[in-house]
């Protein structure tokens, strides 16, 4: 009884040209009718990856040659690669593109590689831009010149093609290290800024926010009312139904809120049950429609726990001013906690407005 032929796969890689993909091709060996094997080949193209094609390296150089070499190296790479036969051209080049990776000449006729480096770095953009100077120069002080002109790295002509191509890779590297990092600063400066209950700006977020906004409204002369808000018996929820219970009732008004501003308005939870909210562009009696929206909506609202039911209000006190008067920020929210107070003795789940105007 003769034993079937096995099936044999190879699979290698061989590459092309210098400015061409790689091509993947498979050869397979299937068991035939005589001694010989069936050959079956299959050829694919090896399409570039995302992450590569969305990585831009900006080429400035005013040799034809040169620009030729570098493209030839970098091509296999299947980066997006952007060309300037000038430093003003490479400028130009950068401020529409951003390109985390500049290469340039260090001579060239308009402007040399280190006043483009000078140039990228006083720009002071995010995310980082990794530098390399192409150079004939091998004088150690030049070098140094064009390191504290910004640039990262350097490479001399003529260059070794694979050591170009490490130093890139390098350069790509520390790039998606800097992007990494900014990615986390900007988590950890919005988890600064953010209750992390409700997803609501906290009182930092909201006092940046408000100084900015309270100088533009003295100067302009535009309107700016501060609301302090306070749930009602709150502790009485927490003592009875528990702390998920509360929490859930802090993240309903904190959408009430949220539904109820605009874009030029900010609410926010600055601790407990207390919510700040700062409208601005509106009369004081807009301004109260709007909170009397938000106390009726509250006020409709019925939580079901463990089989009970309940109903929840708030108090709202009011402060601000409408004209061109100097203000003070920490003055307003003063003047709007004394209303809050006042609605709490006035019977609670009102709306008080702070007695004095803000001089």
């Not at 988590?187 to 953010?194: F, G, N, R, V």
Request: net charge negative.
């Amino acid at each position: 009884m003769s034993r079937p032929n096995p099936t044999i796969q190879l699979l290698y890689i061989t590459k092309l040209s210098v400015s061409r993909d790689f091509a993947i091709q498979s050869v397979e060996e299937e068991p035939g009718s005589g001694t010989e094997p069936k050959i079956k080949m299959r050829v694919s193209k090896d399409e570039p990856s995302a992450a590569a094609r969305d990585f831009k390296v900006l080429i400035a150089d005013d040799s034809r040659v040169y620009r030729r070499l570098v493209e030839d190296t970098l091509s296999e790479k299947q980066y997006t690669l952007l060309f300037a036969k000038s430093g003003r051209e490479a400028i130009d080049l950068f401020s529409e593109h951003q390109p985390p990776l500049v290469i340039t000449d260090w001579m060239m006729p308009d402007l040399s590689g280190i006043e483009l480096c000078e140039h990228i770095r006083k720009q002071s953009r995010q995310p980082y831009t990794y530098l390399i100077i192409l150079t004939g120069n091998t004088d150690k002080d030049k070098l140094v010149t064009g390191l504290a002109a910004g640039a990262d790295d350097y490479l001399t002509k003529p260059f070794h093609c694979e050591e170009l191509l490490a130093r890139v890779g390098v350069g790509r590297r520390i790039v998606e290290l800097h992007r990494q990092l900014e990615a986390k600063n900007l988590l950890l400066e919005e988890l600064a800024l953010t209750d992390p209950l409700t997803g609501l700006p906290n009182r930092r977020a909201i006092e940046d926010w408000a100084t900015r906004q309270l100088s533009g409204a003295i100067r302009y002369g535009f309107s700016f009312w501060v609301v302090l808000a306070d749930l009602d018996h709150f502790k009485a929820v927490n003592d009875t139904y528990g702390h998920d219970a509360g929490d859930a009732v802090l993240k309903k008004f904190s959408e009430i809120l949220k539904a109820n501003s605009r874009r030029s308005d900010i609410c926010g939870r600055i601790g407990g049950e207390e919510f700040l909210f700062i409208l601005t562009h509106t009369t004081q009696d807009n301004a109260g429609i709007v909170i009397e929206r938000i106390r009726t909506e509250l006020e409709a609202t019925r939580f079901d726990f463990d089989g009970g039911s309940l109903t929840v209000t708030a108090s709202f006190g009011l402060a601000g001013f409408e004209g061109s008067q100097l203000a003070d920020y920490n003055r307003l929210v003063t003047q709007a906690d004394v209303a809050l107070y006042a609605a709490k003795r006035a019977g609670r789940n009102r709306i008080e407005v702070a007695a004095t105007p803000v001089p």
